[in-house]
């Protein structure tokens, strides 16, 4: 058995979160294990309240999940408190893995903060460099970076430089640029890919940053190049919400 663990926060409305990454690291062959970071209150289309876990116990969770099982892969999503970010740096320092993907969630579609500011900078000098890839999208790269960001050549300018000294790659989300098409990269510190594909519009698209990054992850430590990994979680996402808007 392969087991996946997510370290984010609980979604009652199930589309996103902790229940959409177990969802489908389920599918995709993984057992799947979690650490709860935060209880959010939400519907499929805003965030109203979101409560932290204690950081103690949000500890305690991740290293009882990697002291008792062989975990392969982790994808991380909303922390939901500085002290959350430490409790997951300390974790993860006393249990290394090798293939942790970040989707730094930072603020819900509606604008509902799961971080404020004054964290951005433990983010990013205590957390990113055990991470192996983060996945953040337009709005997220522009907080991360203090920079507005107009379109993806801008971006992908910025990652070169955020990638040495962040030391992680970075998977530039596209969805959010004012673009007919979807034009997404991924850089790292040495090589820049870049992607493009068909946009599409769904009704029901919560929880899709969640799906891509949890899809990517489990990929990628199916022996998949990350290039390769990208391109099945892409797939992956395409087909998961075009099998559901008619059921939701």
């Known amino acids: 058995m392969e087991y996946f663990l997510t370290i984010a926060a609980s979604d009652n409305s199930g589309g996103a979160g902790i229940q959409q990454d177990m969802r489908v690291a389920q599918s995709l062959g993984y057992w799947p294990l979690s650490a709860l970071t935060g209880i959010t209150v939400q519907n499929f289309n805003s965030v109203s309240r979101v409560e932290a876990i204690s950081p103690d116990l949000l500890q305690q969770q991740?290293?009882?999940?990697?002291?008792?099982?062989?975990?392969?892969?982790?994808?991380?999503?909303?922390?939901?408190?500085?002290?959350?970010?430490?409790?997951?740096?300390?974790?993860?320092q006393k249990h290394p893995v090798k293939h942790i993907i970040l989707d730094p969630v930072l603020a819900s579609t509606g604008g509902k903060g799961f971080l404020d500011s004054s964290a951005l900078n433990i983010l990013t000098e205590?957390?990113?460099?055990?991470?192996?890839?983060?996945?953040?999208?337009?709005?997220?790269?522009?907080?991360?970076?203090?920079?507005?960001?107009?379109?993806?050549?801008?971006?992908?300018?910025?990652?070169?430089?955020?990638?040495?000294?962040?030391?992680?790659?970075?998977?530039?989300?596209?969805?959010?640029?004012?673009?007919?098409?979807?034009?997404?990269?991924?850089?790292?510190?040495?090589?820049?890919f870049r992607f493009?594909?068909?946009?599409?519009?769904?009704?029901?698209?919560?929880?899709?940053?969640?799906?891509?990054?949890?899809?990517?992850?489990?990929?990628?430590?199916?022996?998949?190049?990350?290039?390769?990994?990208?391109?099945?979680?892409?797939?992956?996402?395409?087909d998961f919400y075009d099998s559901v808007q008619d059921e939701i």
């Open 126 to 192: 205590e957390l990113f460099p055990l991470i192996e890839l983060i996945t953040p999208n337009r709005p997220e790269f522009e907080l991360l970076t203090g920079q507005n960001i107009n379109d993806i050549d801008t971006a992908i300018d910025i990652a070169r430089d955020k990638c040495r000294k962040w030391n992680t790659s970075i998977l530039l989300k596209g969805g959010h640029y004012n673009c007919a098409t979807i034009k997404e990269a991924i850089v790292t510190n040495t090589e820049v």
């Open 62 to 92: 991740i290293e009882e999940c990697l002291k008792s099982f062989s975990v392969k892969a982790i994808k991380i999503g909303a922390i939901c408190s500085t002290d959350n970010i430490l409790a997951i740096v300390h974790s993860l």
């Open 196 to 238: 493009e594909r068909q946009r599409k519009k769904f009704q029901y698209q919560h929880g899709t940053g969640c799906t891509l990054s949890s899809a990517l992850a489990c990929y990628f430590c199916k022996g998949l190049s990350l290039t390769e990994a990208y391109i099945k979680a892409s797939e992956y996402l395409v």
